[in-house]
């Protein structure tokens, strides 16, 4: 059986016509090209081309075997191809999916990045709280969810991207605003707005306030933390959120600082433990982890 490098050795000679003219379309020496040529010959047991004026003429036996080859390397061109616009994105939608918290500011950056690397690559992403990741990806909805919470399940696997800490989020006139770093107690004295300690994302805001005997008694509650931090800027009160959600350079109307009182928040990557990943949630994953890390060294 003829070998791929023999197969283009001799489809060379075909289409140049001359051993010199093969060995400069594939960039290697001329003796090798007739030593893989006589090899190939000797190995078939019949003679591919014949002299003509110092020019290389398939024989009239070998004639099929050529047109095979030609075949053989139209199916390989189509293979590269296929291989090309894989590395560039192209032939498939990559659908993943974010917590709010992270999809309004480090996932675009992330998405940007892989966009960079995949221009062909094709998109669905979703915003999903909490509670709706499980059967977004046990159906196989999309392939990862970038969430803020890690999530028990049997099905699910759930990977570490970061570990950060929530900050206090105050109106830009406020008093607090001049605070180098706000204590719980001073954000609990104030009319508090946020989300729902039901919610496990709220909960997560809760925690702290709990754990240090404080009450967490909402004012304005909402669905998002967006939402909290425009109302935050509405000067309709303060809030606690996670850095994440705060990791604009700048956000109007608002002014986020450290709380004095050590807090935790921790993200993670949730696949389905069934399906393997691919390429491009992998490059999804390291792109987050990045953001992450920039958005913890600028606070």
Do not use: C, W
Request: hydrophobic share 50%.
């Amino acid at each position: 059986m003829l070998t791929l490098r023999q197969i283009e050795v001799i489809r060379a000679i075909m289409l140049a016509g001359t051993v010199k003219g093969a060995a400069d379309l594939l960039g290697v020496s001329a003796p090798g090209i007739s030593r893989v040529m006589k090899h190939s010959e000797t190995q078939l047991g019949l003679r591919l081309f014949s002299r003509n004026h110092g020019r290389f003429v398939p024989t009239t036996e070998a004639h099929g075997i050529f047109a095979q080859i030609n075949e053989v390397f139209a199916k390989v061109e189509n293979l590269q191809f296929s291989i090309d616009a894989l590395k560039q994105g192209g032939g498939g939608v990559f659908s993943f999916a974010s917590a709010p918290s992270i999809s309004q500011h480090i996932l675009p950056r992330a998405v940007k990045r892989l966009r960079q690397k995949f221009p062909a690559l094709r998109m669905n992403i979703n915003i999903l709280k909490i509670e709706e990741t499980i059967d977004y990806l046990l159906l196989k909805k999309g392939e990862l969810v970038a969430m803020s919470f890690k999530i028990d399940h049997p099905g699910l696997v759930s990977h570490l991207l970061a570990s950060g800490r929530l900050v206090a989020v105050v109106p830009a006139g406020h008093a607090l605003a001049a605070r180098t770093a706000i204590a719980l107690a001073e954000l609990a004295a104030e009319p508090l707005i946020g989300i729902d300690p039901a919610d496990p994302y709220g909960e997560i805001l809760a925690a702290p306030f709990r754990d240090h005997g404080l009450p967490f008694d909402l004012a304005i509650q909402a669905r998002f933390g967006q939402t909290v931090a425009a109302l935050v800027a509405a000067n309709l009160g303060v809030a606690v959120l996670d850095e994440f959600s705060m990791a604009a350079r700048e956000t109007p109307g608002v002014a986020v600082r450290p709380i004095v009182e050590p807090t935790s928040f921790k993200t993670y990557g949730v696949f389905n433990a069934e399906v393997a990943r691919s390429i491009f949630a992998d490059e999804l994953i390291d792109l987050l982890k990045l953001e992450m890390r920039e958005a913890l060294a600028v606070r």
